[in-house]
């Protein structure tokens, strides 16, 4: 777009661009700061520091590169809506490019874009605008009739049908328009030079001149549309810290600060003995990053639409959760700033509690989300706070937390001990080991967990893994009786005090025996033990049984030789899966197995897994509403051909087979654990019978 002549014939057009700029842009700061800035410093400091190199990296791949934005894009089932919105991020940032050669530059020097580019660099810097205006028109029209004509369900939120929505998409095509027009007066009024090879310029230059609109008159509507779009494009600027598209300024600083390490280690409560607040009451008590999140938050609704605790029809909806937070925030900074109490209470007030125990902790939020929002720590240290601080949780919560406290584990009411599952196995534990001459010692602890020790039905797995590790020659012991919980369910439910003591026992127990390789059965177990006990001081080397296993069979320590004739549907558990990136394993063990046939569960499998609905101990906690989540996800895998379920998790094998029971469908599909039917094709018998 060429500048228009000094202002009034008299005033150099640079001197009143650029005071509107430095308006704008002094408007901007100030809101950025008081608004937002001022805000967010209200809650504790972050600790995400170090690993600047990986942190810049996944801020440039999420933000600038649009990785997460692009990962929902479905061909097959038409959601193309990350390609869109990718069309407008990188046209903007076109436009802002070219606003800083044909508007900053070309102001005070007419030539600044030509020398700069040469004279055909700029016949291109002026094609490509064009280009890329004409698919940001397009784009910003589509967004706007796939928000409010074809409404999918993730934009059926007032949250996402707010002012923003209309308002911003709207400019996008005020700018676009101004552009456009722009360029056709300037080709009508008689303008030259490689500004004036603009196509779409050109086809409009030439229906104005037809039209009659030319010289003068196009002269002035140029200089007129110039100015529009300018003054356009400054308030854009302004309004921007006051929108919800301040995750254009918040995502990128989102995504540096986002979790370098697995997705599933909650960071801990630090000095929890001296600490003044447990968990997050008040928005000061979340971190600065927590904080950031509800300013980076595109309201978008992809973690909503991912929930499958929403899906279910509870009503936690992590968008809501976030964005919550962020209003009660600015809503309540200023009283907050003078150190008085907000009139309203940001749990039970801006938070529903029974939004905070619908949660999962499974992650699909996190991992729908374009701009590294991380909903369940938030979500956690609410629910540190109703517990630690109120002793307020559901009844089913409270009595599963009283049982880990009093009996190391959460089974109330189970008649087994913690080695029945072994008799007659011929079971080593780590105290009768550490009498045996060093060459003799374990190589592996096998850790059973309190789930494959306690409940019947798990007592399959550890006995099949027993199996197939004599089978290979692997020389391992157990704790027996001295394993306890490792605490995943009071740290998830929130009781941050009884999770660090347990992981302190834990850990004092595996030091005094020297164990350096641990191999878990449960998901649970592997992350906490692996991603939270380094936390404090427990650095072992931590498997999941997936990993272990399939290393044996691919290194022929052990072949499967019988063959399985079944079709088999692999449900990927959330704690192994997405939580810490184990897709691969368990489907090669599958596959390894002669005559099983592996299929998935359609597009709900790997990343975008469904929780079997035990995950954040909703193992022991009942559902409050709606569906039950296991009976969703066995729906989905009745969907498929197969005739078993197969999970690499005793949380996941006792929903799915409640699940089936639940359907009517026990007698003609099986859920079984991956360890189950391996053993079976290891041993040509399960050897897997419960105690």
């Known amino acids: 777009m060429v500048p228009p002549a000094a202002l009034f014939g008299v005033i150099p057009i640079w001197i009143p661009v650029y005071i509107l700029a430095a308006i704008s842009f002094g408007l901007q700061a100030y809101f950025l700061y008081t608004r937002v800035y001022s805000a967010i410093r209200l809650g504790k400091p972050h600790t995400r520091t170090g690993q600047f190199g990986k942190r ?42 070219g606003y800083v050669l044909l508007i900053a530059g070309d102001t005070v020097w007419p030539q600044f874009s030509e020398t700069i580019l040469t004279y055909n660099g700029a016949v291109a810097l002026t094609w490509y605008l064009d280009i890329v205006g004409a698919l940001l028109l397009l784009a910003s029209i589509w967004g706007m009739v796939r928000r409010w004509v074809i409404k999918p369900h993730r934009l059926s939120f007032d949250l996402t049908r707010s002012v923003d929505a209309y308002l911003i998409p709207t400019l996008i095509i005020m700018l676009m328009v101004f552009s456009f027009l722009t360029e056709g007066m300037y080709i009508a009024s008689g303008g030259a030079g490689p500004h004036a090879q603009a196509p779409i310029g050109r086809l409009l230059g030439g229906l104005y001149a037809n039209a009659g609109v030319t010289g003068q008159a ?70 600065q990053k927590e904080l950031l999140d509800g300013f980076a938050c595109a309201v978008c609704g992809r973690c909503t639409d991912a929930c499958p605790a929403h899906i279910s029809g509870k009503i936690l909806s992590p968008m809501h959760i976030v964005e919550n937070v962020k209003g009660y925030l600015l809503e309540n900074a200023a009283t907050i700033k003078a150190g008085k109490d907000p009139e309203h209470a940001l749990i039970g007030g801006a938070i529903a509690e029974e939004a905070l125990w619908d949660c999962l902790t499974c992650g699909a939020c996190i991992q729908a989300c374009p701009v590294a929002v991380e909903h369940v720590d938030t979500i956690v240290d609410m629910r540190r706070f109703l517990v630690m601080e109120q002793s307020k949780m ?96 009071a740290r998830r439910m929130g009781n941050e005090y009884l999770f660090q003591t347990l992981a302190q026992q834990a850990i004092l127990t595996l030091k005094r025996y020297n164990v350096t390789k641990i191999v878990t059965i449960c998901p649970h177990c592997f992350n906490t033990m692996k991603n939270e006990y380094p936390d404090f001081g427990g650095k072992f080397e931590v498997l999941h049984y997936s990993q272990y296993v399939d290393d044996l069979i691919k290194s ?69 509403r709606g569906q039950r989540v296991n009976h969703v996800r066995t729906d989905q895998f009745l969907e498929t051909d197969a005739n078993t379920v197969a999970s690499s998790c005793p949380f996941c094998l006792q929903m799915m087979t409640e699940g089936l029971s639940a359907k009517g469908k026990s007698d003609t599909k099986q859920a079984k654990d991956l360890l189950e039917i391996l053993a079976e094709s290891v041993q040509g018998d399960p050897a897997n019978k419960p105690a």
């Open 56 to 97: 810049l990296w996944q801020a440039v791949r999420i933000a600038f590169g649009q990785s997460k934005v692009l990962q929902s894009v479905s061909l097959k089932h038409g959601d193309v809506a990350g390609v869109f919105h990718s069309i407008i991020f990188y046209g903007f940032l076109s436009e802002v490019a």
């Open 218 to 287: 196009a002269d002035l509507y140029h200089g007129i549309s110039w100015w529009a779009h300018l003054l356009t494009i400054l308030g854009f600027g302004v309004y921007i810290p006051l929108s919800k598209h301040m995750h254009l300024f918040a995502a990128p600083l989102n995504a540096f600060l986002r979790r370098t390490g697995p997705m599933g280690a909650l960071e801990p409560i630090k000095d929890l003995e001296t600490a003044e607040h447990f968990g997050a009451g008040r928005v000061q008590d979340l971190t």
């Open 394 to 489: 559901p009844e089913t919560a409270m009595n599963t937390l009283r049982s880990i406290e009093q009996r190391g584990h959460p089974w109330r009411g189970t008649v087994f001990g913690r080695l029945d599952w072994a008799k007659g196995l011929d079971v080593l534990t780590m105290a009768e080991a550490a009498s045996l001459p060093a060459d003799q010692r374990p190589d592996v602890l096998v850790w059973v967990g309190c789930t494959g020790a306690l409940e019947q039905r798990s007592q399959a797995i550890p006995r099949s893994l027993v199996s197939i590790f004599k089978k290979a020659g692997v020389k391992f012991a157990i704790l027996g009786e001295e394993e306890s919980c490792t605490g995943d369910p």
């Open 556 to 624: 022929g320590r052990i072949k499967p030789i019988k063959t399985i004739d079944t079709t088999v549907a692999y449900h990927d558990s959330c704690y192994l899966g997405r939580h810490n990136g184990i897709y691969d394993q368990p489907r090669d063990i599958a596959r390894a197995i002669p005559g099983l046939k592996l299929v998935e569960m359609g597009d709900r499998c790997r990343e975008n897994g469904f929780c079997c609905g035990a995950g954040g101990g909703h193992m022991w906690i009942e559902e409050s």
